[in-house]
């Protein structure tokens, strides 16, 4: 028996059933879902979206630690020969200290604007000379951070002079490393004058 020519074989109708089901004739199709949304079908597994609680926003990281400091652009101060200094400290008696004291203060304040300055310095060295190395080594380790360095110095490395004064070697320790480290500070802003003054 043969098929007539105007009847085509078995052609599928067309699927008026939405993905929720059938939809009336004529209806428009359903809109499709917003970005993000879990589609018709799918589970949504409990997840929340990105910036949605559940993921709580990230803070933006702050500044490096030194971006709070300007960059000094003062003038540059001069490095001074280690035993010399000490030489000259048990040659005056312990005055130049307060020369030392006084000279390396107020180089460091006009190079960066900030710190005691040399009067500030010389008048605390005198009056309560106890806490002076303390304020040097923290100063010249300041100037190391402002330019994004781990400071070779710091308040904390005047515990060499006291209580380490007590091991007799320990004031010496404290002047070559904070002399050192401010030597190499200078040395490298490109200074290569070395004086006692």
Do not use: C
């Not at 052609?11 to 008026?16: C, K, Q, R």
């Not at 199709?29 to 597994?45: F, L």
């Not at 110095?153 to 070559?176: D, R």
């Amino acid at each position: 028996m043969s098929t007539p020519d105007h009847e085509s074989p078995t052609s599928p109708l067309p699927d008026d059933r939405g993905a929720d089901g059938p939809q009336p004739q004529g209806a428009p199709p359903p809109a499709p879902p917003e970005y993000g949304q879990p589609e018709s079908g799918q589970q949504d597994h409990g997840q929340p979206e990105y910036g949605q609680q559940g993921y709580p926003a990230q803070p933006m990281p702050g500044p490096p630690p030194w971006a709070q400091y300007s960059q000094p652009t003062g003038a540059l101060g001069t490095m001074r020969p280690t035993g010399m200094i000490i030489l000259l400290f048990f040659v005056t008696l312990g005055i130049w200290g307060f020369v030392y004291y006084f000279q390396t203060h107020e180089e460091m304040k006009r190079h960066t604007g900030e710190g005691l300055g040399g009067i500030i310095a010389l008048l605390i060295a005198v009056i309560f000379g106890i806490v002076s190395p303390f304020l040097l080594s923290n100063e010249v380790g300041k100037l190391y951070e402002r330019r994004g360095q781990a400071p070779p110095v710091t308040a904390l490395t005047g515990l060499w002079f006291f209580p380490g004064i007590f091991i007799l070697v320990g004031p010496f320790i404290w002047f070559v490393r904070t002399n050192n480290a401010l030597n190499e500070y200078w040395r490298s802003q490109g200074v290569t004058r070395t004086s006692l003054v």
